[in-house]
């Protein structure tokens, strides 16, 4: 036959991944007194004993326990073949400590290593955290490939250490990383597929013929479990609604359900960087980045196959403690993470800004409930905030509060104990089949399988759990229990524990930098805040940080002192007690016109002209200027900011003749530009220094032709100069420093309280107070179909999270339409214990027109 005249060829690719080449510089065998030629096992044992020595666990009363477990994990290590990856990740970090480049604790499941400690790629000690590094490698979780006498590591079973390095040097990381493997490095594609939601929406519309609001109230209905869109499938099962507007609109469903899961689009991966022991070139098709940088034509599973996946995470964080470091002279690791003094704020939090894995909403409010003591109920606070742990956060709370514990089994109480009778880490799970006589590693396989949900090999694990149970004979009298209640209590357990449990390695790691960040806020607030506003033009809102921080500035007696051209500098700086804001952080001030800043506030200026002629010297164009001027840096020369902005437009529109005789009338004017032009131009029709006439008839009718619009949108807000005020500030700042919301509005509603004053209110108490709308929910449906609307509202003080529901709503909707996000609001409702229930609400924000993109 045709196809006998084939024979197989099957060198297109490895056959699994080899360890990229590890070049060991000299001087580190020098270091160790090794000779060159030792193989790299070797160099690694001795790299871990000096370090041993240097950290000083050679004098730990323990020290036999440290000893042996690095026996352990080294003989696992060279039995799997992960020596040159650890030493992979060994020179990377090494990198980073010798070149003062912030690292985080550890990521993942690489803190349960304690060969990653010593080598300083982590800085958690698994021994006192109770951390298992068969959690990170287990000898079930690799397996080498022997082809043509080389050995290859299958790649989907490789160790996996992720790296958190500092936002702004990461990099200089990468760039060490192509330089050590040259034409053996690139980045990784990342395909996005489409969502359930976003299909049905598409459909709904095209095929269905709905509006765009019945859409997103249908997309609504579709369940989100454990931080997942429910497939469209299970949304049906899940949902009633839902399910009845798929019969009514079958044809729509049926094409939604094709669409799912095909790839919308590419991109790249946020954090991964292939290695490869081979030219890329020869195992990998290659692609180039809109940036010019190399991206495997693969994605993140398939280029597994072939390389070592190295995780690089640029953190913020590690870039603004690094800042505060730098201005305290406080180093990290000198701070104690036992001492009881450090979590004295987490008791009575008000003030969450720049606290890692604290800050965002729901774990703000997980840490308020907890209270957390020490740095393990920092990491439960840490754990417990993620969608499935959360409905144990009352649970947890009360544990801390009272020392009580849930019994969910007596063979398991010690196990559990700790964290409120709660499973929240796998690694309790590990230590649970463990209990009943599993090794570590087979309770890592039973973590994996329960976890990714393998149900072909379920069932095979619970007899599995039943047989080890009796095995052990953990039916005697002695333990009070049957066996197969104690092999039921785990099963359930770890069926259950899959969608909530989180890796305790990875706590732990990220609970330090929570406590590091505290420690910094609570004990240098002004070094902390300057080094958080420093990293906010790197966020994907800057001015939304500006303003969080603005806020919290007042609990420290504290002030964001706003920009000034003689008293700011570029950026945000310390003044006396408080913190001047930067003028580069001014929005509409662009990095090209930094160089042009410097210039104009070297110019002598002693009047408004002085500042509209260096404005032009140094190429300040009208938009920068404007932005200056709007901001209130340079108030000293004008009291409304709204007038100045018109000067500095008609005076950019006079030619260089004009703006020389205007200048000439400055004295007589008192610099005010509107007057020159009214009286000089306008009514006396006075001549130029040249005795020629100011502006001639032709002339004027042209200026002021150009000069309208924006005397028109002056008119329009000088009866608003207060609010323009409000409203440029927080549009070009980000906050607002001369007015307060409540002080703008106060004649049009009286009684205004703020949002601080709201939160103090005793809950079913009437409120009423304004705010600026910062997000606002499409129109969702409760539990008993009641729709409602999420609207979360913000004033200089505070946040207030607010409901608005049927029947008032529908009438509101029709007469007035739902308030979108940055309107301003007044809200009329009752306090409930966190949130506010709407009985009516006003948008204020219908009278500014004054944009910046209008003032060109």
Not at 62 to 87: P, T
Not at 635 to 655: I, K, W, Y
Request: contains cysteine.
């Amino acid at each position: 036959m045709f196809a006998d005249k084939f024979t197989k060829y099957d060198k297109c690719a490895p056959a699994g991944v080899l360890l990229p080449k590890i070049k060991i510089a000299p001087k580190f065998y020098k270091q160790l007194k090794l000779s060159e030629d030792v193989d790299n096992l070797k160099f690694l044992k001795k790299l871990c004993w000096e370090n041993i020595k240097e950290m000083g666990i050679n004098k730990y009363s323990n020290k036999d326990a440290y000893y042996d477990r690095v026996g352990v994990e080294l003989h696992i290590l060279s039995d799997l073949g992960f020596i040159d990856y650890i030493l992979l990740n060994w020179d990377i970090l090494n990198y980073c400590h010798e070149n003062d480049i912030p690292t985080g604790p550890g990521r993942g499941s690489a803190a349960g290593s304690l060969i990653l400690y010593l080598l300083k790629v982590t800085k958690v000690d698994p021994i006192k955290y109770n951390l298992f590094f068969e959690r990170f490698v287990s000898r079930s979780r690799a397996r080498k490939i022997e082809k043509d006498g080389i050995t290859y590591l299958d790649g989907s079973l490789l160790a996996d250490v992720d790296n958190d390095i500092a936002y702004d040097r990461r990099t200089e990381v990468i760039e060490y990383i192509k330089r050590k493997h040259p034409s053996r490095t690139c980045r990784i594609l990342n395909l996005v597929s489409l969502s359930g939601k976003l299909c049905i929406k598409e459909t709904g519309k095209i095929v269905g013929l709905c509006t765009e609001q019945e859409v997103n109230e249908l997309s609504d209905l579709i369940p989100v479990k454990f931080g997942k869109v429910s497939p469209l499938r299970e949304a049906r099962q899940e949902s009633e609604l839902f399910d009845e507007w798929c019969e009514d609109h079958l044809k729509a469903y049926e094409i939604a359900l094709k669409l799912e899961g095909l790839i919308k689009n590419t991109g790249v991966h946020a954090s991964g960087i292939a290695i490869s022991h081979e030219r890329l070139t020869d195992i990998c098709p290659l692609q180039k980045t809109k940036e010019g940088e190399l991206a495997s034509c693969y994605d993140m599973n398939w280029i597994a196959e072939l390389t070592v996946k190295f995780d690089i995470l640029g953190l913020k964080t590690l870039t603004v403690l690094k800042e505060a470091s730098r201005l305290t002279g406080v180093e990290l690791d000198s701070i104690d993470l036992a001492d009881k003094n450090l979590y004295k704020n987490f008791k009575n939090l008000e003030c969450p800004q720049g606290l890692f894995q604290i800050e965002a909403d729901t774990n703000f409010g997980v840490c308020k409930k907890i209270k957390p003591r020490n740095l393990e109920e920092v990491s439960a606070v840490i754990a417990i905030a993620r969608p499935g742990a959360l409905e144990f956060k009352d649970q947890y709370a009360e544990y801390v509060r009272t020392g009580n514990s849930e019994l969910v089994h007596p063979q398991f109480a010690e196990i559990l104990d700790s964290t409120g009778g709660i499973p929240l880490y796998q690694e309790q799970l590990m230590k649970m089949a463990v209990e009943v006589g599993f090794t570590l590693d087979e309770a890592e396989q039973l973590r994996r399988i329960v976890g990714k949900k393998k149900v072909d090999q379920m069932p095979t694990w619970r007899e599995k759990i039943s047989q080890k149970v009796e095995e052990n004979r953990l039916t005697n009298a002695w333990t009070g229990h049957r066996g197969d209640e104690i092999a039921d209590v785990l099963w359930q357990v770890a069926e259950d524990s899959a969608n909530y449990s989180f890796n305790k390695s990875h706590s732990i790691s990220y609970a330090i930098l929570s406590v590091w960040t505290a420690y910094m806020k609570f004990n240098h607030p002004q070094h902390f805040y300057i080094a958080l506003l420093k990293m906010a033009k790197h966020e994907a809102d800057p001015f939304d940080q500006v303003n969080k921080v603005a806020r919290e500035l007042n609990y420290f007696d504290m002030k964001l002192l706003p920009p000034d051209l003689a008293k700011s500098k570029m950026d945000f700086s310390i003044e006396g007690k408080d913190i001047r804001y930067g003028l580069n952080c001014i929005k509409g001030v662009s990095e090209k016109s930094l160089q042009s800043i410097v210039d104009f506030r070297q110019s002598e200026i002693s009047n408004k002209f002085d500042v509209f002629l260096a404005a032009k010297d140094a190429k300040i164009n009208i938009g920068v200027l404007s932005a200056l001027i709007q901001a209130g840096a340079l108030t000293s020369f004008g009291n409304s900011r709204s007038r100045m902005v018109l000067e500095s437009q008609a005076f950019n529109l006079l030619t260089d003749r004009e703006k020389r005789n205007f200048i000439a009338l400055g004295p007589k004017h008192s610099y005010d530009m509107l007057s020159i032009l009214g009286t000089e131009v306008l009514k006396n029709k006075s001549v130029g220094d040249d005795n020629k006439p100011l502006m001639k008839e032709s002339r004027t009718e042209t200026f002021l032709k150009k000069y309208r619009p924006y005397k028109n949108i002056y008119d329009q807000n000088k009866s608003f100069e207060k609010f323009a005020n409000w409203y440029f500030e927080n549009q070009l700042l980000g906050y607002s420093y001369s007015h307060t919301l409540r002080d703008v509005f106060k004649n049009e509603s009286r009684n205004l309280m703020n949002c601080y004053e709201v939160c103090s209110t005793h809950p079913n108490e009437g409120v009423k107070f304004v705010g600026v709308v910062k997000d606002c929910s499409r129109r969702l449906v409760s539990r008993n179909n009641r729709r409602y609307i999420r609207i979360s509202a913000a004033d200089e003080v505070g946040r207030i999270d607010c409901l608005f529901f049927d029947p008032k709503l529908e009438r509101y909707l029709e007469e007035k339409g739902a308030p979108e996000k940055d309107n301003i609001v007044t809200i009329v409702g009752k306090k409930s214990d966190d949130i506010v229930f709407v009985d009516d609400m006003k948008i204020l924000d219908g009278r500014i027109y004054m944009k910046l993109s209008d003032v060109k």
